[in-house]
């Protein structure tokens, strides 16, 4: 059974988040991982009370396993790769849901 996460982002700066994706691609591939879905929105309608994160790029990230997720998330040169780029091309980042799929 492999698992999925939706997120939703509030991306800056688009030049600088496309190298992000194209940096941690190796990466995640490594963690047997891939996107799924991948959108710019224009207006979000709905949101939880207790989110006021503007969003306007949501998708899906998938890996073979829950364990692989984890791991890449953790990965010592995946948060190089984050720290580089991600940091200062998303103002802020909603992970929506995540299950089993």
């Known amino acids: 059974m492999s698992y999925e996460i939706l997120v939703g982002l509030h991306v800056l700066d688009d030049l600088k988040y496309e190298n992000y994706r194209k940096a941690m691609k190796p990466i995640l591939t490594d963690y047997q991982g891939s996107f799924g879905y991948d959108f710019t929105v224009s207006e979000v309608l709905i ?4 989110n006021d994160s503007d969003i306007n ?12 997720m984890e791991g890449f998330f ?3 040169q995946y948060l190089v790769v984050k720290e580089r780029y991600f940091v200062e091309s998303v103002g802020s980042a909603t992970i929506i849901a995540s299950y089993e799929k």
């Open 47 to 50: 949101s939880p009370a207790n």
């Open 57 to 68: 790029r949501v998708f899906t990230i998938n890996f073979s396993s829950k364990n692989k």
């Open 74 to 76: 953790s990965d010592a």
